[in-house]
């Protein structure tokens, strides 16, 4: 068996601010990270109320979609579209609580929904 005999991490020490540096350049989807200034939080009562709902809703709908009487494959579809309007939440807040309006109706009307 080959052993390497560099440290474990051979980048550098994760504490470091070189190494910190560089993990925030590396991510996964090549997006930087972004510094958010007190500004763009939901400091707004409106929008912090808005966040709050879809929240709520979102995790009734989840609770919907574990319950429905249907197969797994279906469910898991299910799941994925919560998942896009969660996502969807992060950049468009109204964007996110009309989709996720639309897909609680067509669950209401035992129409499958479409996203």
Do not use: N
């Amino acid at each position: 068996m080959h052993r390497h005999h560099e440290p474990p991490y051979a980048g550098g020490d994760p504490a470091s601010s070189e190494f910190v540096a560089r993990e925030a350049e590396s991510r996964i989807d090549d997006r930087p990270d972004v510094e958010t200034s007190a500004d763009e939080g939901p400091d707004d009562p409106e929008v912090a109320a808005l966040y709050a709902l879809v929240a709520e809703r979102l995790k009734q709908a989840h609770t919907r979609v574990h319950a429905l009487h249907a197969s797994e494959e279906a469910k898991t579809a299910l799941t994925r579209q919560l998942l896009i309007v969660t996502e969807t939440a992060k950049r468009d807040l109204p964007e996110a609580a009309r989709r996720l309006s639309r897909f609680v109706q067509d669950l209401d009307e035992g129409l499958p929904p479409l996203g």
